[in-house]
């Protein structure tokens, strides 16, 4: 079946330091990707997405891009700050199975410090 | 914006008691997920439906039964709680069409079952 897999962390970083949280996936038809971000004490709430290959989703200088080639999705930032603190997850929605729910990854957290 | 509302943040519940988690959602979203979020297991789709009265099971609903009577609210329900249940529960809606349409979540019900 369809699957996310993402890199475990914790991720520990610096203020200002470069963000890579690797997210690859397995999937039998043509998926939309997702990342989801977690703020302590919140529900998850969407960072961004791509719903097509070489599609690249940004949002809040959050940037991943849909390679299909890699089955990767990456979450890159090139300066990171406190308030980016918070656990993020990888997801999928199989465009040929209509309706079906989002299928995440384990979610990776990742700590800023100033 | 589209809000999800559980209605407890904090529930601690007895070993056999049912247990009722419900969820409203107030944008007119077809879909409805329950889900269960553990360290290091990241989200676990438990129920989802796609209208009033339509359920699907998840990948764990062992344990757990739901309700939808009306399109807005979505109920999980725990026929006899037991302390492995003791976990994050997560609410989602989203629009018809998932592959495209982000889910929107709810802060969460923390669940101690003692």
């Known amino acids: 079946g369809d699957s996310v897999t993402q890199m475990e962390g914790p991720v520990t970083l610096s203020e200002e330091a470069f963000l890579t949280i690797n997210c690859t996936y397995t999937a039998t038809g043509y998926p939309s990707l997702f990342w989801y971000v977690q703020y302590p004490g919140e529900g998850l709430q969407l960072l961004l997405k791509a719903t097509k290959a070489d599609d690249k989703g940004s949002n809040k200088g959050f940037e991943a891009t849909y390679r299909k080639e890699t089955t990767s999705f990456h979450l890159e930032k090139g300066s990171v700050q406190v308030s980016d603190s918070a656990v993020y997850f990888c997801a999928l929605s199989d465009r040929n199975q209509a309706g079906t729910a989002l299928i995440f990854g384990k979610g990776t957290t990742l700590s800023v410090s100033s | 914006d589209v809000k999800v509302t559980q209605s407890s943040r904090y529930l601690v519940k007895r070993t056999g008691e049912k247990v009722f988690l419900e969820c409203v959602q107030d944008m007119d979203h077809e879909n409805m997920f329950w889900y269960r979020q553990d360290p290091g297991l990241g989200l676990r789709l438990i129920y989802f439906s796609y209208d009033v009265k339509m359920k699907e099971k998840g990948d764990i609903p062992e344990g757990y039964s739901v309700s939808r009577e009306k399109k807005e609210r979505f109920s999980l329900i725990l026929e006899s709680a037991s302390t492995n249940q003791t976990s994050m529960y997560l609410c989602?809606?989203?629009?018809?069409?998932?592959?495209?349409?982000?889910?929107?979540f709810g802060n969460g019900t923390r669940l101690t079952v003692t």
């Open positions: 989602a809606s989203g629009a018809t069409g998932a592959y495209n349409s982000p889910l929107h």
